[in-house]
């Protein structure tokens, strides 16, 4: 009997000799292996295994059985079979924009995949204000490739249901509707981070705007119900790893069927608290980076989704003059709304961002914070009006303007 028949969270110290027993000939049996827990975020344990005779090295990713921020919540461990497998598939339809995977154990809960030391952690390397050439390209290329091609536009429908039977993921789903769609317009459980100089506008400006608050319940039951595409689920920057000739995203746990605007409005709400983060700084490059980003992410989506539809469409009806364009509409209508959740869940609610957070000035932060509250009630209330990349921005520089 193995001692990885029976689940247990690893240590640095026991990671070695899992790798060895797992995967043998990847190292050399008497390499003396070295061991560094990276994890940053709030799910996994995400160990470094390097061989340093060699330079060889592989990831071991590990869920556990809570939450790393909070003990009292618990989520299931097969959250890291979804996020393999999506990882394969995605692999599939995005080549070369996502790591590699090796192999996954279903007992261990444990993944194994490429390192990419190499590369930078999106949202540390924003933070820095490094700018990268490649990534609107990139980030428009894996969205439309992964999402689109997910959708019963192109898939055979039996097939896209059998796949949404596969990844119903109802414990981070709910993680979603709870902390993205609900606790930031009312704090229900009491777990919200309201820096303190703005609690009164947040109070009024989220807390007691109904009409703000009847729109999110309509994304909220969007979210739910619409089975639109195999989503990443939390698309951000802190699922990015970047560098100057390479894109790759990783860890699809949240991953499901469901609206192709969340992923899509993640990825424009990361890149505003990028630039709240350089506007504080004074890095005015790197802020016209940011906005010009959120503009070629968005047309770049439009131009790309367009011809993936015009190749790929299987779905008679799709093919209905004018079905392509009014869908394309409705997603990019989408991407407004669940951006201005995404900004206004990571100012407000239980898992704040560091672009923002780490502004020391607290006159510069609360003014950030503002923009985001802001400019997301715009994205969410005016959904419909947002077209193109540069609808986007203004209503960036507006919230700029009123903060």
Known sequence: MS????YFLMKENE??????????GYFPPDAKLEVKEIGDGNLNYVFRVVDPATGKSIIVKQAGEALRISAEMHVSTDRNRIESEILILQDKYAPGLVP?????????????MEDLSDHALMRYALMRHETFPRFAEDIATFMVNTLLMTTDVVMEHKEKKALVKSFINPELCEITEDLVLMEPYNDLNHRNNVFPPIADFVRKELYEDDALKLEVAKLKFDFMNNAQALLHGDLHTGSIFVKQDSTRVFD???????????????VIANLIFAWDNGRAAGAEEFCDWCLRTI??????????FMDCFEKNAREPMAKVPGFAEWYLDSIIRDTASYCGTELHRRTVGMANVKDVTTIADPEKRAHAEKVNIISGKDFIMNAASFRTGEDFVAAVLRADGKA
């Open 3 to 6: 001692k990885y028949d029976t």
């Open 100 to 112: 590699k995977i090796y192999g996954y154990d279903t007992t261990m809960c444990a993944c194994t």
């Open 295 to 304: 503009r070629e992410v968005i047309d770049l989506f439009r131009v790309k």
């Open 15 to 24: 990671v070695p000799e899992y790798v060895q027993t797992k995967y043998p």
């Open 252 to 266: 699809p746990e949240f991953a499901f069927f469901g609206p192709i605007g969340y992923d899509t409005g993640n």
